[in-house]
C-alpha cells in the first residue's frame, strides 16, 4: 500500500558504521518526523521537519542526522557517535505542521540491529 | 515538565467486559490529546482525538482537566480489540507519548 514507506524492513549494521534509513511518502505532506522505539517506552522524537530544507532537533537527536531535500524524502543517518543505536525506528508524516486536529501517518518502521 | 504516563504495560480483559486504559498526563496550557493504536502486524494508526469528542469502533475518552487525564473507555470488549494503545498529548510541533498499554481481550 502507499502512503509512507520505509526501507529497509531489517537492518543490520557493524559498530562504527553509519547507516541511513529511507522515508518516502506519497501523502503530500508538509510535515515528516523520526522517532525511535524501544521496549517499554513510548516514541521518541528525533528529528522533525515541517518544510523542505528545514529540520529541528527532537528530544533525543545526538548521534542523528537528517535532511529534507524533496517534500516527499526525510532519511535519517544513524552515526557512529549514536551510543545505543539498536532500536526500532519509525517515520511519520502530518498534513500540516502545529495543526491541532492533526494526525500523524506512520510508515511499517524500521529495526535497526548494531552487530 | 510534559509528560504522558500511562501507568499499564499490561491490561487483560474477557471479551464482553468493560476495558478502560488509563492515561495522565502533565501540562500547562490546554491540552490536545490523542489516542494511538497499533494492531499486530499493522502501523501505527490514530484511534481517536479529545478535539472531536467522537466515539471510534465503540471507544471514547473524555478530557479530565480536573483529574489531568484522559482515560479510554469501552464498554463491551470484543477480540479484535487486542492491541497496543498509545496515548499522546501535542506540544507545539511534537507529539509526547506515553509508554504504551498493552491489551489483552480473553475468549
Known amino acids: 500500500d502507499g502512503g509512507i514507506t520505509q526501507s529497509p524492513k531489517y537492518l543490520f549494521r557493524k559498530e562504527g558504521q553509519n547507516v541511513t534509513l529511507s522515508c518516502e511518502q506519497n501523502?503530500?505532506?508538509?510535515?515528516m518526523y523520526w522517532y525511535r522505539q524501544d521496549p517499554g517506552q513510548g516514541l521518541r522524537l528525533i528529528y522533525y521537519?515541517?518544510?523542505?530544507?528545514?529540520?529541528q532537533k527532537g528530544d533525543i537527536a545526538e548521534g542523528y542526522s537528517v535532511s529534507r531535500e524533496k517534500k516527499e524524502s526525510f532519511p535519517l543517518t544513524v552515526t557512529s557517535a549514536q551510543k545505543n543505536p539498536t532500536a526500532f525506528y519509525l517515520c511519520?508524516?502530518?498534513?500540516?505542521?502545529?495543526?491541532?486536529?492533526?494526525?500523524?501517518?506512520f510508515g511499517p518502521g524500521t529495526r535497526l540491529t548494531v552487530l | 515538565a510534559q509528560r504522558v504516563t500511562q501507568p499499564e504495560k499490561l491490561l487483560s480483559v474477557f471479551k464482553g467486559a468493560p476495558v478502560e486504559l488509563k492515561c495522565n498526563y502533565s501540562?500547562?496550557?490546554?491540552?490536545?490529546l490523542f489516542w494511538y493504536v497499533q494492531y499486530s502486524r499493522q502501523r501505527l494508526q490514530l484511534l481517536l482525538r479529545?478535539?472531536?469528542?467522537?466515539s471510534i469502533k465503540g471507544f471514547t475518552a473524555d478530557l479530565n482537566k480536573g483529574e489531568t487525564s484522559f482515560h479510554l473507555k469501552k464498554p463491551f470488549a470484543q477480540e479484535e480489540d487486542s492491541a497496543m494503545y498509545y496515548c499522546?498529548?501535542?506540544?507545539?510541533?511534537?507529539?509526547?507519548w506515553g509508554a504504551g498499554t498493552k491489551l489483552i481481550i480473553k475468549p
Open positions: 511519520a508524516s502530518s498534513p500540516i505542521p502545529g495543526l491541532a486536529v492533526n494526525e500523524q501517518f
Open positions: 499522546a498529548l501535542r506540544s507545539n510541533y511534537q507529539l509526547i
Open positions: 479529545h478535539i472531536s469528542r467522537e
Open positions: 521537519s515541517q518544510i523542505v530544507n528545514d529540520f
Open positions: 501540562y500547562s496550557g490546554s491540552p490536545e
Open positions: 501523502l503530500n505532506h508538509d510535515a
